[in-house]
């Protein structure tokens, strides 16, 4: 059983190996230049190690992709969580964070993006998704804001 741990703990590390080192690749490189060997070669791994954790590179695109969601998602509500930041604290940390991240990504991660389509479902549907979040969050900072103010006139 304690070996079966070992191998499926191994296995969730290398995963993560994986996806970090193929997303930053991408990144730098475009996905269509990244191949799987070099990713397989950066990570002294052979070529089926990869492909027995991922069957292609959308798959292993869209994985990672969604890891960073994830990231970026927790980051904003640690972020949030902070009572001394209001809502566009929040808004302008996380606009700042997004920018300052795709300033550093090569414009041929995102142009070669549309080339996946299981990716740009994701995309699309998440960002839906996150819009219809975002207004939500505006719209209830913005009741606090009228109600703090209607408060402040009433109390005076």
Same mark, same amino acid.
């Given at each position: ?34 191949? *799987?060997?070099?990713?397989?070669? &950066?990570?002294?791994? /052979? ?5 027995? &954790? ?11 992709? *969604? ?16 009572? &001394?930041?209001?809502? *566009? ?24 993006? /549309?080339?996946? &389509? ?39």
């Amino acid at each position: 059983m304690e070996q079966q741990d070992l191998y499926t703990e191994y296995r969730k590390h290398l995963k993560e190996r994986i996806l970090t080192v193929a997303m930053q690749a991408f990144k730098q490189h475009g996905i269509r230049n990244v191949r *799987m060997d070099d990713i397989a070669t &950066t990570l002294a791994i /052979s070529k089926r190690t990869i492909y027995e &954790t991922y069957s292609n590179k959308e798959e292993l695109l869209l994985d990672g992709i *969604m890891r960073e969601d994830k990231e970026r998602k927790r980051d904003a509500q640690r972020y949030a969580e902070d009572e &001394t930041h209001n809502v *566009m604290d929040i808004v302008c940390y996380i606009y700042n964070r997004d920018m300052a991240e795709m300033a550093s990504v090569n414009p041929l991660f995102f142009s070669e993006l /549309s080339k996946y &389509t299981r990716v740009m479902n994701y995309l699309t549907n998440k960002s839906e998704k996150d819009h219809k979040e975002a207004y939500s969050f505006v719209q209830r900072g913005l009741r606090k804001v009228i109600l703090c103010r209607f408060l402040t006139i009433m109390l005076c």
